[in-house]
């Protein structure tokens, strides 16, 4: 039986031939993305803007009725809640914005809590209110900058690492490719304004994870290509190498995106913008593995001669005793 070869073998792309466009429509990207951030920002969720979280447990219910209680709850007026399981399939947390100055009126959040908890008991005869808990915009704003500062230290450490393992043109390359990537996917969420809460970021950390494993690939076939052929022009081997990758590159993260999108297409609401910021962000590193980790070694001028060591007097010395005997 013969396996599936979604890239035949030997397929020879000449990809370095549109660094130019796409480094174009890539730039624009960007710049259209911080343009999005800075004018409209990002839809933040509870976890950064502060808001209520009542947790309540069916008494009599094997599960809670998730679906009937969003429905419930959105009539209110308060927005659309986040209502997940907590700790068990009857149990849940509901999690809420607090209501529009309820910084300068401290009633309206428990009026919004006592609104919210009556309209639950009124339905469901076995709910069981165990507990709301506020959280402050103070905190909130903390822990988003918290989160932020997670995606920046974990890209440039992962760029330093980079940088070590190969030569400081990859690790520069690998940095500014996870620029592109997560600026390409926040610009994603000012655009369509999804709710951008913990469960993004996470799904932003994953985007940086899979964007760094696929450049590495790529980068480690073009260093050993580097080794293997001394002549051959930069751009000409460039494209040897992200051809040689492009089986694995592509087989990957189709597999992955299948996955992705049926959980965008059946899965819960709950997940919808994480499965969104994951596909839109597995296809944007995929793109620039190709179209910009790599073009991106010409600019920096690597070469042939990047791994070749540099010889030393003393070798140099070694070296003339070995020719003349």
Same mark, same amino acid.
């Given at each position: 039986?013969?396996?599936?070869?979604?890239?035949?073998?030997?397929?020879?792309?000449?990809?370095?031939?549109?660094?130019?466009?796409?480094?174009?429509?890539?730039?624009?990207?960007?710049?259209?993305?911080?343009?999005?951030?800075?004018?409209?920002?990002?839809?933040?969720?509870?976890?950064?803007?502060?808001?209520?979280?009542?947790?309540?447990?069916?008494?009599?219910?094997?599960?809670?009725?998730?679906?009937?209680?969003?429905?419930?709850?959105?009539?209110?007026?308060?927005?659309?809640?986040?209502?997940?399981?907590?700790?068990?399939?009857?149990?849940?947390?509901?999690?809420?914005?607090?209501?529009?100055?309820?910084?300068?009126?401290?009633?309206?959040?428990?009026?919004?809590?006592?609104?919210?908890?009556?309209?639950?008991?009124?339905?469901?005869?076995?709910?069981?209110?165990?507990?709301?808990?506020?959280?402050?915009?103070?905190?909130?704003?903390?822990?988003?900058?918290?989160?932020?500062?997670?995606?920046?230290?974990?890209?440039?450490?992962?760029?330093?690492?980079?940088?070590?393992?190969?030569?400081?043109? @990859? +690790?520069?390359? /690998?940095? $500014?490719? #996870?620029?592109?990537? %997560?600026?390409?996917?926040?610009?994603?969420? !000012?655009?369509?304004?999804?709710?951008?809460?913990?469960?993004?970021?996470?799904?932003?950390?994953?985007?940086?994870?899979?964007?760094?494993?696929?450049?590495?690939?790529?980068?480690?076939?073009?260093?050993?290509?580097?080794?293997?052929?001394?002549?051959?022009?930069?751009?000409?081997?460039?494209?040897?190498?992200?051809?040689?990758?492009?089986?694995?590159?592509?087989?990957?993260?189709?597999?992955?995106?299948?996955?992705?999108?049926?959980?965008?297409?059946?899965?819960?609401?709950?997940? @919808? +913008?994480?499965? /969104?910021? $994951?596909? #839109?962000?597995?296809? %944007?590193?995929?793109?620039?593995?190709?179209? !910009?980790?790599?073009?991106?070694?010409?600019?920096?001028?690597?070469?042939?001669?990047?791994?070749?060591?540099?010889?030393?007097?003393?070798?140099?010395?070694?070296?003339?005793?070995?020719?003349?005997?």
């Amino acid at each position: 039986m013969r396996l599936l070869k979604l890239v035949p073998d030997n397929t020879n792309i000449r990809f370095i031939r549109w660094q130019w466009p796409t480094t174009v429509v890539s730039a624009l990207l960007m710049i259209a993305s911080f343009v999005l951030l800075y004018t409209q920002g990002l839809n933040l969720g509870v976890d950064f803007v502060g808001g209520q979280m009542i947790r309540v447990t069916f008494t009599q219910s094997h599960e809670a009725p998730v679906a009937v209680l969003r429905g419930e709850i959105e009539k209110l007026g308060y927005g659309e809640p986040i209502i997940q399981t907590f700790g068990a399939p009857n149990a849940i947390s509901i999690r809420l914005r607090l209501p529009e100055g309820s910084d300068k009126t401290a009633g309206l959040a428990d009026a919004m809590t006592r609104k919210i908890t009556g309209t639950i008991k009124a339905a469901h005869a076995d709910a069981r209110v165990d507990g709301v808990d506020s959280v402050s915009g103070k905190v909130s704003n903390e822990l988003g900058w918290t989160a932020f500062k997670a995606l920046g230290f974990a890209s440039i450490a992962i760029s330093i690492y980079i940088w070590f393992r190969f030569e400081w043109q @990859f +690790g520069v390359g /690998a940095l $500014l490719s #996870l620029v592109h990537d %997560v600026t390409l996917t926040l610009g994603l969420f !000012a655009l369509t304004q999804m709710e951008f809460d913990l469960t993004i970021v996470a799904a932003v950390l994953t985007v940086i994870g899979y964007s760094l494993n696929d450049t590495i690939v790529v980068y480690d076939r073009i260093r050993e290509n580097l080794k293997k052929f001394r002549k051959m022009p930069l751009a000409e081997l460039l494209d040897l190498s992200v051809n040689e990758t492009l089986h694995r590159t592509v087989m990957t993260s189709a597999t992955i995106l299948i996955t992705l999108t049926a959980l965008l297409v059946l899965g819960p609401r709950v997940i @919808f +913008g994480f499965s /969104a910021a $994951l596909i #839109l962000g597995i296809f %944007v590193a995929t793109y620039s593995s190709i179209y !910009a980790a790599a073009p991106m070694l010409i600019w920096l001028n690597v070469t042939s001669k990047s791994f070749v060591p540099t010889e030393t007097e003393l070798d140099r010395q070694e070296r003339l005793a070995r020719e003349r005997s």
